[in-house]
């Protein structure tokens, strides 16, 4: 019994050492990739400061183009395809003026020559307002998400009803995978700057 005990935690470790093993060789290659091919892409944002009690703070992001015109729904579905909810679909994007990226179509196969992501499908509706009598098309990013130690993140809550633009900054591989690099603040004098940087730039003890 004592042998098998051993075995079994022994293979345990093992088996997570190989997991963690993986993910950072894949890690290294999204982020090679990116630079190689340049598909560095950034998102503007909102967050707040949820807590998880298994994973601790983090800042919960929340994205403009995660909402998006209905055409780009009727534009896959105009062949009888039909999209189901949590389905993969590709975020296909370009840059504005300020270098910020922005969703501009949806497509079910990985599109050639062009910038994108992955995304899963939420869900096709029309709005509810009488005035307003369009649809609309939800999908989810699953880089949602940014761990911070907790005392930043205490205090990024504190600032969330402040007036403080945000952008997350990721890489991305020719398959639409993405890690992230960096999440970024706005502040009035050194413009984008990491949280970390602006904590410690803003952040006053007893504040």
Not at 80 to 88: A, C, D, S
Not at 92 to 102: A, T, Y
Not at 127 to 139: F, L
Not at 181 to 192: P, R, S, V
């Amino acid at each position: 019994m004592k042998i098998n005990k051993k075995i079994f935690f022994a293979v345990t470790v093992a088996f997570e050492l190989i997991a963690a093993i993986f993910i950072l060789c894949k890690i290294s290659l999204i982020k090679k990739t990116a630079e190689k091919e340049n598909r560095i892409y950034r998102f503007e944002c909102n967050f707040y400061d949820p807590f998880n009690p298994l994973k601790g703070r983090y800042v919960q992001l929340e994205f403009t183009d995660e909402k998006l015109p209905g055409d780009f729904y009727d534009e896959i579905c105009k062949d009888g395809k039909f999209i189901l909810t949590g389905q993969v679909v590709y975020a296909i994007l370009s840059k504005d003026e300020n270098g910020i990226d922005h969703v501009t179509g949806l497509s079910l196969k990985v599109p050639e020559n062009r910038n994108f992501i992955k995304a899963k499908f939420s869900k096709h509706y029309r709005s509810s307002d009488e005035e307003n009598d369009a649809s609309y098309v939800r999908i989810k990013f699953d880089f949602d998400r940014f761990y911070l130690q907790e005392e930043h993140a205490e205090y990024f809550d504190y600032l969330r009803s402040q007036d403080h633009p945000l952008n997350i900054e990721l890489y991305s591989d020719g398959k639409g995978n993405v890690i992230q690099k960096e999440l970024y603040i706005y502040d009035e004098d050194d413009g984008y700057i990491s949280l970390v940087e602006f904590y410690k730039k803003h952040h006053k003890k007893g504040a």
